[in-house]
Every structure is written in structure tokens, then in C-alpha cells.
Nanobody
């Protein structure tokens, strides 16, 4: 089992930046992909970004491409999401997730989740 703890959410004005971090513990050797997802009330959880643990290959949702950057520090077992040029529509609860295999952009394929951190972007 992998435990995940997010940090770094908050309130920011449109155009601003935030950096989210996710610390992994437990059976981290089993991690294949780590991802960030977000969810707003009444909507399904959606893919934001993912990074393959061994190769560092990264993938992004079209809505955040060019504005968000996912990175990882294997030595510290952490994954970060740098969010720039934030927009009000980025407002959501952001979740860090880990999977031992499967599709990088499907929440159902991720078995470990953090508690979520709120990001609010004001206009």
C-alpha cells in the first residue's frame, strides 16, 4: 500500500501561480505512475497530469498543457505540480494518486489517493 499526502493548495488570483506537492510513503517501490486529478462538486474527477516513476515521461490534459508542470523527486518520493497562469476554471480539489499499472489518465486505474487539497482561483 502507498500512502499519499498533498500540500500546497490555497487561494490565488487569476494569472497567479501555486505549487502542489505530494509525499509518498509505504510501498513506493511499486509505483508505476503518479498523477494529479481534480474534481469540482457535481462533476467527475478529471485527469490533470501524470508522470512515469522510472522514465519521468509526462502527460497533460489539454486544458493545462503549457501552464502546468509535473515533476518528481525519486530520492524524496515526492511529486510536484507547478501551476502557472491559473484561471478561475482551474478551481477544484486536487488529488494526488499512484498506480502500479494501467492507464495514466483514468482515475479508476489508480489505487492510492491522497486526501485532496483545495485550489481556488479568483477572477
Amino acid at each position: 500500500q502507498v500512502q499519499l499526502v498533498e500540500s500546497g493548495g490555497g487561494l490565488v488570483q487569476a494569472g497567479g501561480s501555486l505549487r502542489l506537492s505530494c509525499a509518498a510513503s509505504g510501498r513506493t517501490f511499486s509505483i508505476y505512475v503518479m498523477g494529479w486529478f481534480r474534481q469540482v462538486p457535481g462533476k467527475e474527477r478529471e485527469f490533470v497530469a501524470a508522470i512515469y516513476w522510472s522514465s519521468s515521461s509526462t502527460y497533460y490534459a489539454d486544458s493545462v498543457k503549457g501552464r502546468f508542470t509535473i515533476s518528481r523527486d525519486n530520492a524524496k518520493n515526492t511529486v510536484s505540480l507547478q501551476m502557472n497562469s491559473l484561471k478561475p476554471e482551474d478551481t477544484a480539489v486536487y488529488y494526488c494518486a499512484a498506480t502500479r499499472g494501467g492507464r495514466y489518465d483514468q482515475p479508476a486505474d489508480f489505487g492510492s489517493w491522497g486526501q485532496g487539497t483545495q485550489v481556488t482561483v479568483s477572477s
